[in-house]
């Protein structure tokens, strides 16, 4: 059985997501965080993430943090959710580069664009705009980053894209792309989940 510690509308929602697209049993473990945009929450000691935060993971025995990892880990653990190439399929290396182009790229520039930062360096101007075009032209081969295929690397993009949507300009692409991830009838189950669980869900 999976256990994932969550606090509602966090980066724990995602795995909620992942869970239901994988349509494999787990259960809900709530904890409180401390969450540094609004200054609410304090930590919570039954959480075993070592910097108490969110997602956590247990399974088999063993402790599984931070959202890149976990997608990583349960996608292999369980294949047959088809949620990542499989290690030797062609379509492999795209889908790292894209799990690795997301915490390298994409989340910088989301929080650059949420943040002001953007105004002072143009760097991360450039960075920001690269970012945008890079997701743009993959969307335009396709509904989602791997093309026709929904993977894993949507849910980290499609997730943070619909936190941050503001932090990026207007594009029909993008707008497009996260109608659709958000449709998802896996999206639906565990948006309605996500609003329901935890000491601090609203």
Known sequence: MITLYHAPQSRSSRIVWLLEEMGVPYTIAPVSIFRPMTGEGVPDAANPHPDKRVPAVLHAGGLVTESQAIVLYLAETFPEAGL????????????????????????????????????????????????????????????????????????????????????????????????????????????????????QAA
């Open 84 to 199: 990542a190439p499989a290690v030797g399929a062609p379509e492999r290396g795209a889908y790292l580069t894209w799990l690795a182009w997301y915490v390298a790229e994409f989340e910088p520039a989301l929080f650059a664009g949420l943040t002001g930062e953007l105004a002072g360096s143009p760097q991360k101007r450039r960075n920001h705009a690269a970012v945008v075009d890079r997701l743009e032209a993959a969307l335009a081969r396709g509904p989602y980053v791997m093309g026709a295929r929904f993977s894993g690397a949507d849910i980290l993009i499609g997730s943070a894209l619909g936190f941050g949507r503001a932090a990026f300009p207007a594009s029909a692409a993008l707008d497009a792309y996260l109608d659709r991830c958000r449709a998802r009838p896996a999206a639906l189950r565990a948006a309605a989940k996500d609003g329901a669980s935890g000491p």
